[in-house]
């Protein structure tokens, strides 16, 4: 029924930049609070960002001042923009969304993952 797409994962060196994507699909009425989380291998999956439909954001202390959370809601998309990455931010980053469904379902869905792999 409703799909989360993410993009733009890859191999970045030391200090450089990334910026995800992910984006709903489907029989989507409104979509709610949206986030990213990540989780790399023998570790728990966390939060990295979440942003209200108005715009509210929280992030993970450690990555306050790094990462930057946006969203476009005509667009049911979420991104996010990570800076001076550090090898320890290496982890498969997923997409999360609160969707409001068209049969007036609320559930919460999630993306396959991207892969952020940063190494010299």
């Known amino acids: 029924q409703v799909q989360l797409v993410e993009s733009g994962g890859g191999l970045v060196q030391p200090g450089g930049s990334l910026r995800l994507s992910c984006a709903g699909s489907?029989?989507?009425?409104?979509?709610?609070?949206m986030g990213w989380y990540r989780q790399s291998p023998g570790k728990q999956r966390s939060l990295v960002a979440a942003?209200?439909?108005?715009?509210?954001?929280t992030y993970a202390d450690s990555l306050k001042g790094r990462f930057t959370i946006s969203r476009d809601n005509a667009k049911n998309t979420v991104y996010l923009q990570m800076n001076s990455l550090d090898p320890e931010d290496t982890a498969v980053y997923y997409c999360?969304?609160?969707?409001?469904?068209?049969?007036?379902?609320?559930?919460?869905?999630w993306g396959q993952g991207t892969q952020v792999t940063v190494s010299s």
């Open positions: 942003i209200t439909r108005g715009g509210s954001t």
């Open positions: 999360n969304a609160d969707v409001l469904l068209a049969d007036w379902q609320r559930r919460e869905y």
């Open positions: 489907g029989n989507i009425v409104r979509i709610d609070a």
